[in-house]
């Protein structure tokens, strides 16, 4: 016979039920999968930041994300109060991904980023930094560098503001090369004033390279060779601007490069490949065969959100299979072919030395298009349009730098 449970027995049942511990939430971090609550104390997940040692508490769970934002109370790989968790190969931490990434322009960096690399080269204080001034040879301080070596060198604008010499980097060596400012000159004496060749890195920024008598700018040639010019300005030299050969690799960007005293071509490439962005290349004088650019032998060519200019009808751009976009050049069926036997002088500042856009075409100021990577400063540092594909519509700057002669 069924028999029906004591008021006892019932009693008994729901005191024990009401007394039994709930299961825990959390036994190890990794089992916190909620990136708002991540790190696990008292068999419960919470917020990184309750922790007693929040970082630490954030590398016991994932060394790759050992930063805790304690705005959000997440763990993250860095944050930007907490940049230094990044290393040296990768020293940038991403403001929306907050993620260690490498650097992608100079101003990231204290002096120069190594953009092959993505590494900041060494700053002031560090193993290889040197400032040069009046009386200090470039070209020593390149030799002091092993083969191979890495340095920071710093041309200084107090008081020496020219540098008359050529040099030359080899030897695999990678070396950044900035200017403390705008007025800081380096004018050549033969061949070519900045020479790179036999593996080395070059990096160059900010200077005004003019007046070399005899030879080019810059000169990169041989395999392995690579040549990165920024916010630099290569200007009246009897040799040209630019000549890349024999397999060198060149970037340009925010530059001005040509002039109006060489009977050859502003930037030569010769079997070699150039990167040329936001950059400004004038051949000013008519000579024949003489273009704003020019090419010969296999090359890989990629001009974009340029402007490209030249005496005389012939194109601006001699170089068959470059890929040019988004550019602007006088010679463009949009902006009507001209008939002028110099380069429209109202478009810019000078011809001769300061490519500054002074009066130019709606048409052509809006032909850049801006996209993700590239850099958010123009020449002169001062902000560009930072939205992916963006057209550049603002007025160019009206800053001018001063004359040179």
Known sequence: EATTPTESTTESESESSSTTTPVPACVESSECTDAAAPVCMDDVCVPCDEAPNPNDACVARDPAAGVCREQTGQCVQCSPEQAVACGTEAPICAAAALQCRGCAEHAECGDACEYATGECFEEEGGECWVALGDGDSIQDAIDAVDDGGRCTLVLLENGATD???SFTVDAGKRIALVASGPD??????????????????FYVRGALV?????????TASGAGTQLFADATRVVNNTGGGITLSAGADGHLRNCFVGG???????LQVTSSSADVLYSTIIAAQQFEEVAALRCSGAVDV????????????DPE????????????????PRHGKRDARQP???????????????????????TAQWQLGDPSVDIDGDLRPTEDGAFKSRAPTSRELPETS
């Open 163 to 165: 540098f008359n010499e």
């Open 184 to 201: 800081v000159v380096v004018q050549g004496v033969s061949g070519g004033t900045m020479a790179v060749t036999a593996g080395a890195q």
């Open 210 to 218: 003019r007046g070399n008598p005899s030879g080019p700018g810059m």
């Open 260 to 266: 109006n005293v060489s009977d050859v071509s502003a």
């Open 302 to 313: 990629t001009v974009r959100n340029s402007i490209l200019a030249m005496a005389g009808a």
């Open 317 to 332: 751009i001699a170089c068959a299979g470059a890929d040019a976009t988004y550019s602007g050049t006088e010679s463009n």
């Open 344 to 366: 429209h002088a109202a478009w810019f500042v000078t011809l001769g030395n300061d490519f500054h856009l002074n009066n130019l075409p709606a048409d052509v100021l809006t």
